[in-house]
């Protein structure tokens, strides 16, 4: 078979949703890996030594590693977070519809739309990052098999090279003055093994604050300083009724973004655990690991990924906001102010604005507008009726108001978000070619299917 026979065969022949749920399984080990071992082993990656202790799975891998091919890590990028077609954004012009920022829609859910989750991915080339485009062609992107190669194009032109190495990352990093202390977790023996391709959603989670244009202009709320008797963050003069009404902790505001820019992360995750179910290949999910450490906040421990880390803000209410984590510049860049992307909240509330409302973009009334120019979900009488009526962009106070509370949390906790670290990735999969061997010896009939065993008349020449 070659690749496009392997497309088709991914999208005409493999097994059903309803088949594919009922055998999903975390496969840990794969061709290389050890587990239960009782060895001593340099980590082939970083050198380290790994210590293992014996256990009644005693297993050594005798088969070489063997890395994902383009296509397959292709396949599992589009399952992801690729482009599927356009949004339907179906949302009263009453319910707070200019919430959304793009109409590019993915295979995952967005909420707000607000792209900020893209694929970070280690193998053995190196790091990556997957940022797929946000053209689209129409409601559905593929169609037919004519569209299938998209699948690679999206991959070779959406993945943007951070490192040519992987990151110096293993089981056995410890702080020397606690060498007993696990910092990527106590299950991760195998973490960034040669042949295994580790892919980890990473958010910019505070991008989504744009939303603070939709709580004051149709939620009607307003933020309050709780370490400072609650009284109101940098908003008074709004504070009126048909303005701003209804109070709300800054911590209850940012929690809230926070956790929903989470969850396209878990939809990710699963979505690329069903696609590797049907291409008989193995998915280790997890989280239980340092992500600051991977990103490069400790390089006293391990260089990680390199990203920009700004150094710590003793001025943060919280423990939990004190470290900020930019990324890489014009690669992937995390949402805070003051940063090298943002100096003051002006800068950002602009950028917030400009996003959804400038030249070009998707609620631009300019003829170069992304509806009129790419394409929108609505027919065309429908759509130039949206673009006209005035309920597609906030109230003219809002822009000032937000911006003042940004202003406000800077002037009083030296940052905006106040609690968190916007750069998140926490939580991915480690996807491999299974040993089979080990669950030969082992496990009971069923947890190997002829998906697994069978995989290389298929996805291999």
Request: hydrophobic fraction near 35%; charged fraction near 25%.
């Amino acid at each position: 078979m070659n690749d496009k026979d392997r497309i088709k065969w991914a999208f005409e022949q493999s097994p059903t949703l309803f088949q594919l749920l009922s055998t999903v399984r975390s496969r840990r080990v794969g061709r290389g890996y050890r587990i239960d071992s009782g060895t001593e082993a340099k980590h082939p990656i970083t050198g380290r030594l790994l210590k293992q202790q014996a256990g009644p799975m005693k297993f050594i891998s005798k088969k070489e590693p063997r890395a994902l091919t383009e296509l397959e890590e292709a396949i599992i990028c589009w399952a992801a977070c690729g482009p599927n077609g356009l949004c339907a954004w179906d949302i009263s012009l009453d319910g707070g519809f200019h919430e959304l920022t793009w109409i590019s829609g993915r295979t995952v859910p967005s909420p707000g739309n607000s792209l900020a989750t893209d694929l970070l991915l280690i193998n053995d080339r190196g790091a990556f990052i997957y940022k797929p485009t946000l053209s689209r062609s129409g409601p559905i992107e593929i169609q037919s098999e004519k569209d299938y190669d998209k699948i690679l194009k999206w991959y070779q032109e959406g993945l943007v090279q951070i490192l040519d190495e992987r990151p110096d990352i293993d089981y056995a990093l410890r702080v020397p003055s606690a060498p007993h202390a696990t910092l990527m977790g106590p299950y991760q023996y195998n973490m960034n093994m040669p042949g295994s391709t580790w892919f980890i959603p990473l958010s910019d989670s505070a991008w989504l604050n744009s939303a603070l244009m939709n709580f004051m202009d149709c939620w009607h709320y307003y933020p309050i300083d709780e370490w400072n008797g609650g009284r109101p963050a940098g908003v008074e003069k709004w504070i009126k009724e048909g303005m701003l009404e209804l109070p709300t902790p800054i911590a209850a505001e940012e929690q809230l973004i926070f956790q929903v820019e989470q969850f396209p992360i878990g939809c990710m995750v699963q979505n690329m655990r069903l696609a590797v179910e049907a291409m008989g290949l193995g998915a280790w999910v997890f989280c239980g690991f340092n992500p600051d450490l991977l990103m490069g906040a400790m390089p006293e421990i391990a260089r990680g990924l390199g990203f920009h880390v700004e150094a710590p803000n003793p001025k943060a209410p919280i423990s939990t906001g004190q470290t900020k984590i930019f990324g890489i510049e014009g690669v992937k860049e995390a949402t805070y102010v003051p940063s090298p992307r943002y100096k003051n909240a002006e800068q950002l509330v602009n950028a917030w604005f400009e996003e959804k409302y400038g030249k070009g973009r998707t609620l631009s009334r300019e003829q170069d507008g992304y509806l009129r120019r790419v394409g929108a979900p609505w027919k065309t009488d429908t759509m130039e009726k949206i673009l006209a009526d005035p309920r597609t962009r906030p109230s003219e106070w809002v822009k000032d108001a937000i911006t003042s509370y940004i202003d406000y949390c800077v002037k009083n906790f030296g940052q905006w978000p106040v609690t968190y670290n916007p750069m998140q990735a926490h939580f991915g999969a480690v996807i491999h070619n299974v040993d089979e061997e080990f669950y030969d010896t082992y496990y009971k009939e069923g947890y190997i299917n002829d998906r697994i065993r069978n995989r290389s008349k298929i996805w291999h020449d």
